[in-house]
């Protein structure tokens, strides 16, 4: 069955195409171009951010966009804001995308604006729950759902009839349909941009400026493609793929997370204290040997649950995406080693820590209620936009012939994650294609300068990524190599951190290939 964690973490690094090629959007009514003016023409009201404990200078509002572009009189969507004004003169606004698919921008702006407030210096810093996640419409798959998901356990290609389990995800994916009401058809990384060129008017910006990670690179690249005109200065930190397959980014994401993993282990093994002893070959075992043990014999919790080795796995993923976190992973498995004490490794889940593992992000500091905001609302947002956005859905028969190899591939790409995550292959099984817009039409844009960020320890989003999708986008894409480690540079590296900042407050663009030490 699909652990809590395993809904949380499909992938660090998504599968994306796009719902529909569309054009951008204009004001002007034609035959195939409807009327958006009203969507265009509006102000965002801004006030004082409702909660307790929040900072007196955010900001919130919302911005009302077409359910349908193509028909934009069939409904609208409020999607839901947040700003840091401006400290002194302000050139407009950066808009910020924190990641996921299904990451909420304005929970984290609220928990994590300190990490922005340099762009204050020259912009309003401006965030939104994109529609079908957070505040905006959010997607739920029901309380029913949560058993049904379990049958994307690759496991499930051990039983007699692997066409039942695939079975059960199609009627999961009819009881998110029946529970997410009329945004699920027109969720997608396409509308959100469309959504992106409606907020850049609404905030008075001639040009979008914008900061993306993991995920949000995905989503400006497309912005890129489909607007280059009102392409401002862009920002993509922790490159996304355009055109890998989902089977292929699952092999990629467990190559990335076993690096990750191996390097955690060689700096976890010089301390005495690691739960693992000091010699690293002997470690890595130790670690496979740990998860296999507790998928066998799973340990209870304090919740009344039990925590599997895949429970483990997931817990181990998210820590992985920062470094700073890997002295509190390191306490919390030898809590579990020595003790059977669960609670610090479900931290990394569960609330103790917020932990960006779907977006760009990894912080420490308590979760921000969410109030009204569905429980399965990540993952279900998740599923939902991946699913949106990728052509690929292979037949029962095709994942019952290519299963078994499917298996020896990832476990060869990594014994501890391999496979936690070829639960990404069936994904999407029972519901509609998406589109093949991607991988046909973002490419050589024609816009300003746009600077890429790749960080070579990347465990969601490898380093090669960014070199390929800086090809793809041709050459108004600017390299900047981060030789650190963790997912995305922005919040771990203080010459990224600069670099960026210089780019979009100045226009001061580093050379293409220039590059951050891993210790700056």
Not at 101 to 111: C, D, I, K, R, Y
Not at 436 to 445: C, G, N, Q, S
């Amino acid at each position: 069955m699909l652990s809590t964690h395993q809904r949380l973490a499909f992938s660090g690094a998504v599968t994306l195409a796009l719902l529909g090629a569309g054009l951008p959007s204009t004001t002007v009514a034609t035959a195939d171009r409807p009327d958006l003016s009203r969507f265009y023409d509006q102000k965002i009201k801004w006030s004082a951010c409702e909660g307790d404990g929040l900072p007196k200078d955010l900001q919130c509002g919302k911005v009302t966009v077409p359910l349908d572009y193509a028909k934009p009189a069939d409904g609208t969507l409020d999607l839901a804001m947040a700003r840091f004004r401006a400290t002194g003169k302000s050139r407009g606004s950066v808009l910020l995308n924190f990641g996921g698919p299904g990451g909420p921008g304005v929970s984290e702006l609220m928990a994590g604006g300190k990490d922005f407030m340099g762009l204050t210096e020259g912009y309003d810093v401006v965030t939104f729950d994109p529609r079908g996640v957070g505040r905006s419409s959010p997607v739920t798959c029901g309380e029913g759902a949560d058993e049904a998901f379990g049958a994307a356990d690759p496991d499930a290609a051990d039983s007699n009839d692997p066409r039942a389990d695939l079975d059960v995800l199609r009627k999961a994916a009819a009881e998110c349909a029946k529970h997410s009401g009329p945004v699920l058809p027109h969720i997608g990384t396409v509308n959100t941009s469309r959504d992106l060129d409606v907020m850049r008017a609404a905030l008075g910006d001639k040009k979008l400026n914008y900061l993306g990670f993991s995920y949000g690179t995905r989503l400006g690249a497309v912005y890129a493609a489909q607007f280059p005109k009102k392409t401002g200065r862009l920002v993509l930190d922790g490159v996304d793929t355009l055109t890998e397959p989902m089977s292929k980014q699952g092999i990629v994401g467990a190559e990335g997370q076993q690096t990750a993993l191996e390097d955690f282990i060689n700096w976890c093994t010089e301390d005495i204290n690691c739960a693992f002893g000091q010699d690293p070959r002997s470690a890595r075992e130790d670690v496979v040997q740990l998860v296999d043990s507790l998928d066998e014999n799973p340990v209870p919790t304090d919740f009344g649950e039990q925590f599997s080795g895949q429970d483990l796995v997931g817990a181990i993923g998210q820590a992985l995406y920062s470094k700073e976190l890997w002295p509190t992973l390191s306490r919390a498995l030898t809590s579990l080693v020595q003790d059977g004490d669960t609670r610090g490794i479900m931290q990394f889940s569960t609330g103790g820590l917020t932990v960006r593992g779907e977006g760009g992000l990894a912080r420490d500091g308590g979760l921000v209620d969410e109030g009204d905001i569905p429980a399965d609302n990540l993952p279900a947002a998740l599923m939902a936009i991946n699913c949106a956005d990728d052509p690929d859905r292979p037949t029962a028969d095709q994942i019952t012939e290519n299963l078994d190899r499917l298996r020896a591939e990832y476990e060869e790409a990594s014994p501890v994650f391999g496979q936690y995550r070829l639960t990404q292959v069936l994904m999407c099984y029972g519901r509609p294609k998406g589109t093949t817009y991607i991988r046909e039409h973002v490419r050589d844009v024609d816009t300003p300068k746009m600077l890429l960020v790749g960080t070579r320890g990347d465990p969601a989003t490898p380093y090669r990524w960014t070199m390929e999708t800086a090809k793809r986008l041709g050459s108004s894409a600017v390299v900047l190599d981060n030789r650190g480690e963790g997912h995305t540079g922005y919040a771990s590296s203080k010459c990224v951190h600069r670099k960026v900042d210089d780019f979009l407050l100045y226009g001061s663009l580093p050379a293409d290939g220039s590059s951050c030490g891993a210790e700056e």
